[in-house]
């Protein structure tokens, strides 16, 4: 699958970090599927769509996106966590998902985005661990 090809869902709580993800997958060449600020406003958004992987920030404000991660995991659909905590207090409940820590690259995005399509392709992926990337 092509990055032309690839539809991914951005859930972030701060619209500048939103705009800033939408300008570079669209460099990359991604479709952006749509953007949520919202836990509500995603899970809505999995209803009337089918993105190829949801790019989550763990922390949502009130809430975080773990129920969002677990409609995606139900549906079929990869995960890539971003967050700006420390790999110590990333929650567990992320799991085997590739996580990006904030701040990243373009090419760190890139990388977590193939990690994470490749992990959802490859049942035995997710037996192994994918860690945190960082810049």
């Known amino acids: 699958m092509s990055a032309k090809e690839t539809g991914i869902l951005i859930v972030e709580d701060e619209p ?3 705009m800033m993800l939408e300008d570079m997958l669209t460099d990359l060449g991604f479709v952006v599927d749509g953007c949520a600020y ?3 406003e ?3 958004l ?3 769509s089918m993105p190829d992987l949801a790019l989550l920030d763990i922390n949502l404000g009130l809430t975080t996106s773990l129920a969002i991660a677990a409609a995606c995991k ?3 659909i990869a995960v890539v966590f971003t967050t700006g905590y420390a790999t110590q207090d990333v929650p567990s409940e992320c799991g085997n998902a ?3 820590s904030k701040p990243f690259s373009t090419a760190d995005l890139k990388t977590a985005i193939s990690l994470g399509l490749s992990m ?3 049942p035995g992926a997710a037996s ?3 860690g945190m990337l960082t810049a």
């Open 38 to 40: 919202r836990e509500e």
């Open 46 to 48: 999995l209803e009337s």
């Open 128 to 130: 192994r661990p994918a």
């Open 42 to 44: 995603a899970l809505d």
């Open 16 to 18: 500048s970090i939103s």
């Open 98 to 100: 590739p996580i990006l």
């Open 74 to 76: 139900n549906r079929g």
């Open 120 to 122: 959802n392709r490859d």
